[in-house]
Nanobody, 115 residues
Framework: QVQLVESGGGLVQAGDSLRLSCAAS????????MGWFRQAPGKEREFVAA???????RYADSVKGRFTISRDNAKNTVYLQMNSLIPEDTAVYHC?????????WGQGTQVTVSS
């Protein structure tokens, strides 16, 4: 079972950047497709970005061109570089496998973007 710990969130202004990290424990990380997801207050959790074991990537339309997902298999870590942040990006960000496993959701990391 993969255990995941997210970090790197914070309070920023519109236009700023943040880099989120997701540290994974457990075996087989390098073979897993990983994703970032987010949940804003009062809304359903939504897909943000994903990366396969071969580093193919895909993004939600709302973040395409602003966010970049990457991975470092030597560190068992997935990153989400977020640029040109807007208030609509405010949410708790979670990483998980792609597709997500219900048993692998962590606490997430809060990102708040002020206008």
């Amino acid at each position: 079972q993969v255990q995941l710990v997210e970090s790197g969130g914070g309070l920023v202004q519109a236009g700023d950047s943040l880099r989120l990290s997701c540290a994974a424990s457990g075996r087989g990380f390098s073979r897993l497709a990983m994703g970032w997801f987010r949940q804003a207050p009062g809304k359903e959790r939504e897909f943000v970005a994903a990366i396969t074991w071969s580093r193919s990537t895909r993004y939600a339309d709302s973040v395409k061109g602003r966010f970049t997902i990457s991975r470092d298999n030597a560190k068992n870590t997935v990153y989400l570089q977020m640029n040109s942040l807007i208030p609509e990006d405010t949410a708790v960000y979670h990483c998980n496998t792609d597709p997500p496993r219900e048993t692998s959701w962590g606490q997430g990391t809060q990102v708040t973007v002020s206008s």
